[in-house]
């Protein structure tokens, strides 16, 4: 693992972070032990998936997806409960999910958005509205952080 890659730290106290060759996730405990897979190589058929973070409960990441060396990327959420992945946006780099509800996410111009978030269905539940502006992108690395305590 590369430590220029985030990892997602999940309420079940596991870690899920991208394998060595930047193609599917592992999982492992916080406290140590055997890695897993959490996403298997293949599934994402040479594409990227960086810059994982958690959702509530451990259900699952949001995930950056880099294509063609990482010139297009767009968020995923893939959903550890039934393994399903699903494509939320084009051209987006990282995104969170926070307490109130909303997904916010890393437009490629560093615009900043939030949109309600259905946590049970693990979909976009309305408009995305504007909250920042020239967040700094570098390559793919978002310099961009919150927490819950703010």
Known sequence: MSATYSIAWLDDNTLVYPNEHLLGLRRVSASGGAVTVALADSIF???????????????????????SDCVTTSLWVIDFKTGKRTRLFDNAGAGWYLPTGHLVYVQGDGGVVATPFDLSKLAVAGPAVPVLQGVAQTHFRTELAWSRTG
């Open 45 to 67: 058929k040479g594409l990227a998936p960086l810059s994982p973070t958690p959702l509530p409960d451990s259900r699952g990441v949001l995930v950056q997806v880099c294509a």
